[in-house]
C-alpha cells in the first residue's frame, strides 16, 4: 500500500467525521430550535400543524389548558332538532378542538316526539335508530371542507342494536355501500344505561352477548373501536351490572373497546373513590384493549371538584396515561349553544390540570386518540414544564 492511499484514506475518514459531525449539530439544532419556537412565544395555541413535527412545549405557555380531543360529541339529539352541522363544528373550533369523534346517539325518540331528551318524556320508548348516523354522513360529506384542514373529524356509527345482533352486518354492509370507509368508530352503545329503563330500554341481557361475535369479529378485523356506555351499578347495589361489561370485556378481549364515563353514571354516585378505582384498574391490567373515558360533566359534578376525591383518582390517571379519552359528551339539541359547549369542555377538562405533563401530552393533547386510531404522520408535543 503506498503513501498516497494511505493519506485518501485519511482523508475520507476526516471527511466522513466532518459530516457526521455536522449532521449531528443540524439534528440537535431542529429538535431545539422547535423548543425555542415555543419559547419565544408568549402563549401558543395549538394548531394540527404543531402535531406534524417533533416538538416540545412548556405546559405554562400553552393558552388554554383545556383538552383538544373531543372523543365523545354527540352531534345529533335524543330527539327534535340539532344545530346545523357547520354551526356545531365551530362550537368545537372556537374552543380549539383539533381532533374529535362525532356520534349519533345510542338510541332516539319517535321523529314525531316534541321532546329534546329522553328524561323529558318518560314512558316515550327510545329506540335504536340509523337515522343519525346518516344525517352525520351527510353532513360530513357536504361541510368537510370545511374541517378538513385543520381538524381530525372521525364519525361514528351509533345505530347498533345490542338486543338484536343478528341485524348488525346488515345495517353496517348498507353504511358501506353509501359512505365507503367513512364511519372508522362505532359508538356510544348503550350495553347497560340505567335510567333509560324509563324509557323501555332494558340492559342487555347476558346471554345476548355472545351472539354479538360476527359484529365484533368485524370490528375487530377493522380496527374499529367501539364506544360503550355500561353502568358499574346503581346506588343502591355499586355493582348490579359489572358483570355484564365482564362478559364483554371476557368475549372479546381482541377488540379496541372504549368504557366511557368510567362506568359512573347519574345513577351511580356514592361508590368509594378507592373501591372504584380497583375496579377500572382490575379491568385496564387484564384487558390490554380496553380503555375508559372521562366523559360527561357527572365525573366533575361529582368527583373531580371534590379536592379529596380528585387527589384519589389523580395518581390513577398518571399511572393509566395511555389508557384514558376525553371528552364532553355534549348532546347538540336545537337548545344547546356555544357557551354550553364552553362549559362542557371547561368542566370535563378541570381534572387534567392536576395530572403530570406525561399524562396531559397523552390525555389532553391527543396522544392516546393518535395512537388508537393509528393516524399516521401526527405525534403530540412533548410537554416540560
Ligand atoms: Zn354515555
Known sequence: MGIKNIKNIKNIKNTLILLITISLIYYIFNKYKNYINYKNYNKKILTLNDYKKYNVIKRSNLKNMNYVVDTNVHFRPYGGEANNFSKTINFLRN????????????????????????LDCPGVPVKPSIINDVLNAVDYKEYRHLFENDMIVILSMSFLDLHKPEKIPLFIELL???????????????????????????CIPKEIIPKWKSFMKFLEIRKLPIIIHSDIGNNNNNLKYI????????????????????????????????????????????YPNLYIDITWRILYDNIFKYKNKRDIYIPFINKYYNRILPGTDFVNSILKNQEIYKLEHDLTSYILNFVDNNAYRHIALGQNFINIFELKGLTAPYVID
Do not use: A
Open 95 to 118: 374552543s380549539n378542538i383539533l381532533m374529535c369523534i362525532i356520534t349519533g346517539i345510542g338510541q332516539r325518540l319517535p321523529l314525531d316526539s316534541k321532546c329534546h331528551y329522553y
Open 243 to 286: 358483570d355484564l361489561f365482564k362478559t364483554v370485556c371476557d368475549l372479546y378481549p381482541n377488540n379496541k373497546i372504549i368504557w366511557t364515563h368510567m362506568g359512573l353514571s347519574k345513577e351511580l354516585t356514592n361508590m368509594e373513590p378507592y373501591e372504584h378505582l380497583n375496579i377500572v384498574s382490575t379491568f385496564l391490567d387484564k
Open 176 to 202: 358501506d355501500n353509501e359512505f365507503p370507509g367513512l364511519f372508522k368508530c362505532v359508538g356510544e352503545v348503550n350495553l347497560c344505561k340505567e335510567i333509560l329503563i324509563n324509557n323501555k330500554v332494558s
